[in-house]
């Protein structure tokens, strides 16, 4: 079986196709274009921005993708070999959202093909079912643990098969990933900051700032990460440290390097904390990550060291640095587990879909 699958949920624009014929899914292209440098400068993603930047991208990473998997040419006016086309119809920003549904719901009336609509929380989970070209899909036992820890979601679940999923918890207010990029524009790093404060805290001393780790030892699985950048704001400020101004970045190196490995190990001990308390109150055999966040280094080893420290008989799957942040393939990917496809009348975007 053969699924196009499309992704447009935020800032990236992804498509991608997926084959299933030899036991494990193989990713036959799989092509990312990405709005993220215009939105590097302001701070933030403007929602209009990026749904124009979606406008934009669509048709030439569609080109692309089928031209590379299939050695189709879209101008042909003929109807590619794919069974299905899977589409992120939420949660995300409508705007972005709309470009890549409407363009799967008018290929799927054009190609008279089936619709699967993906979640995209569910498109980061099944991408840890293509980190490998030779990976089964049994291979993850289950239960198992997953933590999705994204721009805008830090979520724990329970998966006790592809179709019993639960939500043990999530972030009360801020997310993982927007508490990295907050952060990191109080230290005037560029957006998203997740991977630059990860490769500034290489030469930093994690032990250098007493910060704050919210909801470290609560009984729930929920998260808050607000209080860890209201402290980090005010350290900031009760010293008067400017890193907006460059002169003042480039003097301070090393007081940049000690802030990013403190942030960086408060708000992976909390993650990890919580992932590890709830894999052993379940008993799992696995578990999983995804999301931005999951290419984090320091948060997988930390995760595997604990795991082994406690002797808990978990696999630890992480998707590759690639699969992690926004993509077409893992939208594809979760449509081989996914309920039976739609007719394109019946998919509408969801900004605010949730489990
Ligand atoms: O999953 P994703 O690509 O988009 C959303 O669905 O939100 O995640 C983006 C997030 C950003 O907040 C970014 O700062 C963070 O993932 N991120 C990282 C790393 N790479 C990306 N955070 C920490 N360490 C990284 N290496
Ligand atoms: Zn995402």
Redesign the pocket.
Same mark, same amino acid.
């Given at each position: 079986m053969k699924i196009l699958g499309i992704e447009t949920?935020?800032d990236?624009t992804g498509v991608a196709l997926l084959d299933n014929a030899k036991g494990t899914i193989q990713i036959s292209s799989s092509i990312v274009a990405s709005s993220l440098s215009l939105h590097a400068t302001t701070g933030g993603i403007i929602p209009e921005v990026a749904a124009r930047e979606q406008v934009k991208f669509i048709l030439p990473t569609l080109t692309e993708a089928l031209k590379t998997g299939l050695d189709f040419d879209i101008a042909s006016k003929q109807t590619p070999d794919i069974d299905a086309i899977a589409v992120t119809y939420g949660p995300g920003l409508i705007g972005s959202l709309l470009v890549g549904v409407e363009t799967a719901k008018t290929l799927a009336l054009l190609w008279n093909k089936p619709l699967i609509p993906i979640n995209?929380m569910y498109g $980061?989970l099944y991408a840890n079912w293509i980190t490998t070209s030779d990976f089964r899909p049994s291979t993850i036992p289950f239960p198992a643990i997953v933590l999705i820890v994204?721009?805008? $979601?830090t979520d724990l679940l329970l998966m006790n098969s592809h179709s019993d999923i639960q939500v043990l918890g999530g972030t009360r207010d801020d997310a993982a990933?927007?508490a990295?990029?907050k952060i990191g524009r109080l230290l005037g790093l560029p957006y998203?900051?997740?991977?630059t404060?990860?490769r500034l805290a290489i030469k930093g001393n994690p032990k250098k700032f007493v910060l704050p780790r919210p909801m470290i030892g609560s009984d729930d699985f929920d998260f808050s990460f607000s209080g860890l950048k209201t402290a980090t704001l005010n350290l900031v400020k009760q010293n008067k440290w400017d890193f907006a101004d460059q002169h003042f970045k480039i003097k301070n190196e090393q007081l940049l390097a000690n802030l990013c490995a403190s942030v960086e190990q408060a708000i992976v001990d909390v993650l990890v904390r919580k992932t590890v308390k709830a894999a052993g109150k379940y008993n799992v055999k696995s578990i999983l990550l995804g999301?931005?966040?999951a290419?984090?280094?320091k948060l997988q080893t930390t995760l595997k060291e604990a795991t082994s420290d406690l002797r808990l008989p978990t696999n630890l799957f992480v998707p590759r640095k690639d699969l992690?942040?926004?993509n077409g393939a893992m939208i594809a990917s979760a449509a081989f587990f996914a309920k039976p496809a739609l007719s394109w009348k019946d998919v509408d975007a969801d900004p605010e879909l949730y489990y």
């Open positions: 949920s935020c990236e995209h $980061h994204s721009g805008n $979601h990933g927007e990295f990029d998203p900051a997740g991977s404060i990860s999301g931005g966040v290419a984090n280094a992690c942040t926004d």
